[in-house]
Each structure stands twice: as C-alpha cells, then as structure tokens.
C-alpha cells in the first residue's frame, strides 16, 4: 500500500493548485479524478461552481452515510514545486500542499475502496473559505450519519475534536474631512474614532472562554494635513462555542461612535461555527475502539484555533471528526512535511473507522429525509 500511496500523494502535489487560479484548480481536479477512479473503480461527479472544480464519488448501492471530505486546493502559488519539488528523504515527504492536505487526499482514496454507502467530496476552494462549496458540503453532510475530514493531524497525529469559530467584520468609520493645520476642530477624525473601536472591539475577547476578539488590517486618511474623514478596521473572531459567537455578533453590531458628528457601519458576521466537542466526542470514542482492535496506540485529540470545512458539517448537526489525515507539520509553511511512517497505519485505521460505523450507525443520528443516493 505504501508505495502506492506515495505515487498517488506525489501525483496530486505535482500538479499545482493555488486556490485563487481557476485553471490550475481545474486541471488539479482532472489529477484528482484519475487518481480517484484508478483507486474506486468509477468515474466522479464533477461539479463546477463560479468557475470551481470540486469532485464527488458515491460508492456502491446503498445511501451514502458516511462522507469522507476533502479538498484539493492549496495557498501554495505556482512556480512553488520548482523550488520545492516533491521528495521522500530519511523517512519525511516534502513538497507544497503534502501536508494541508494532499496526502490526506490520497489517505481518503485508498480507504474507501470497495466500500458501499460512502460518498467522497473533494473541495476545491477551502483554502479561500468554501464561498462555493459551502452549501454542497453542508447538503452532503445533513443526508451523512458521520463526517470524516481528512484535514492533517494536531501535533504527534492527534484529531481534532475541536475547532474554534469564526467570524469576520469590517467596521466603516465615516468621520468628517478638515484641515489638520487651520481649522481641525472643524473636523471629525475617523483616525481616532478608529482608535476608540478597536479598543472596544479588543475588550470584548474572553481568555477564560477562549474568545479572541482581533482588531487586524486598518486603513484610514487620505493625506498627512487632512482630518479623516473615513477609516475601515478588519476585525478576526474565534470562538469555542455557538453562544460565544452569538455574543459577540450581538456586541459588535451594537458599537456605538465616541467623539460627536462620527457614524458607524458592521458589515460582516459569523463566517463558520464552531467544531464543538459535543460533535466529535461519540466518534472519538470509535475510532479509538478500532484502534485497540487494530492494535494500534489510541489517538489523542485536540482543540484547535484554526477553522476547516468540518466547521460547517458539525454546523448542520453532523457528528464529525477531523484531523484523520498526515502526521506531520509545517502546514501554510516552508517546512511543510509528512512521516512516511505514519501513513499507511492512518489509513488503514480510516478504513477500519468507515467500516465501523457503516456496520454500527451512529445512535442516534436522523439523517435528512430521503437521504443521498
């Protein structure tokens, strides 16, 4: 199995697919279809949106109910693999995207060969935040018992049984234009309203709670002897749990401006909700039991900050696991790699995991009427 793992993840790292170039995501697609139908035996769905290839496999006769999901895209730009070529040296793979997450891709295939009542999705805009996506996994997910992501492991092959919220805001400042040296009390400065905001928005994390509230990018003036008359400040929130993100949604709409003549506007709001532990744990418990069975070591968990599409399967109700891919590290990074070591055992406790819960549904769990075919 190894080495047919290998050839398939060097496959899929060879052929570059930057999230933002439609062209290289589509012929990523046509990479991933063959790699997919030598491993399934059959032919995907390919299903483009706005201009975005993803794939889809329904395997066997029976409704689909376990959905292994997956994306093919990467941040990595073309020219990448010229200076970092796919390699496998003293036990480590490299090359861009082998991590996040196309060797767990390539895990996905090999472990639903031959299984009946499995859908595959591999996604090609995760990377940019699903905007196309979105709804076809959350579709997928509602008609699945279970979801599998295939995103690559925590730290030392740890899941990930959590993943913080998030919600994306721009706030609009509109202030009022004056010469900063003759009349600037004529003015309303969006700069320092500007100020104000972000110090409230700050204020409104919770270390306790895992909340962070992050004012990021600012952008405000027009030139150095002018009172602003407008300002725009970005702001990132992560949170633990659906009534954290509600909370702060409801706090930041309802920012109010300081200084006299200065008007506010929110646009944004929550992005993905939270991977909450409630939705991982029962799966946890399984794959742990396949583990012993296998006589492989119990896998550990983790909650993470980072958001993946499995944010948005746990969001419909979908008990969901994720971090079932690479043990590795390095992902977004220079020094993006995988164990070799690790694969085919991570494979071979994903296929025992769908094979699991294929026998033994999970408790439970009402699927969406009439399911998927």
Partial sequence: MLDDLLADVRALVECESPSHDLEAVARSAEVVAAVGTARLGTEPERIVLEGRTHLRWRLGDEPSRVLLLAHHDTVWPIGTLARR?????DGVLRGPGCFDMLSGLAMALHAAANLDG???LVTGDEEVGSPTSRTLIEDEARAADAV????ASADGGALKTERKGVSLYDVHVTGLAAHAGLEPERGVNATLELAHVALALAGLGDADL????TPTAARSGTTTNTVPASATLSVDVRVRTRAEQARVDVAVRSLTPVL????LEVTGGPNRPPLEATSSAGLLERVRSVAASLGQPAPGSAAVGGASDGNFTAGVGTPTLDGLGAVGGGAHAEHEHVLVDHLVSRTTLLRGLVR???ADPVPGRTRAAGGVR
Avoid at 85 to 89: A, L
Wanted: hydrophobic share 50%; no cysteine; glycine share 14%.
């Fill in 85 to 89: 070529p796919f390699g496998v040296e």
């Fill in 118 to 120: 499995v859908t595959v």
């Fill in 148 to 151: 599998l992501v295939l995103e």
């Fill in 210 to 213: 895992g909340t962070t509230v």
């Fill in 260 to 263: 006299p003549g200065a008007a």
């Fill in 356 to 358: 699991d819960l294929l």
